[in-house]
Nanobody
Framework: QVQLVESGGGLVQAGGSLRLSCAAS????????MGWFRQAPGKEREFVAR????????YYADSVKGRFTISRDNAKNTVYLQMNSLKPEDTAVYSC????????????????WGQGTQVTVSS
């Protein structure tokens, strides 16, 4: 099993940047594919970005492509989401998720979740 704790959220003006971190417990972090998802008030949870077990294969939602970058440091058991050129529509609770069997965009197929961190982008 793995436990996930996100940090780095906050309030930022449009055009600004934030870097989210997701720290994982356990010794087998490198065996998990990791994803970032977000949920805005009144909306369903949506896929943001994912990264494979290595730091090579990444995939992004069209809405964040070119602005967000996902990366991981397996030595530190941490996955990051660098968010640049933030827009008010990026406002949401951002959560990281892990799976040792699934690599994809469907949040229902991820096994482990963090508690989430709030990102608010003001216009």
């Amino acid at each position: 099993q793995v436990q996930l704790v996100e940090s780095g959220g906050g309030l930022v003006q449009a055009g600004g940047s934030l870097r989210l971190s997701c720290a994982a417990s356990g010794r087998t972090f490198s065996s998990y594919a990791m994803g970032w998802f977000r949920q805005a008030p009144g909306k369903e949870r949506e896929f943001v970005a994912r990264i494979g077990r290595s730091n090579i294969i990444t995939y992004y939602a069209d809405s964040v492509k070119g602005r967000f970058t996902i990366s991981r440091d397996n030595a530190k058991n941490t996955v990051y989401l660098q968010m640049n050129s933030l827009k008010p529509e990026d406002t949401a609770v951002y959560s990281c998720a892990a799976s040792d069997r699934y690599v994809g965009d469907d949040p229902r197929r991820y096994d482990y979740w963090g508690q989430g961190t709030q990102v608010t982008v003001s216009s």
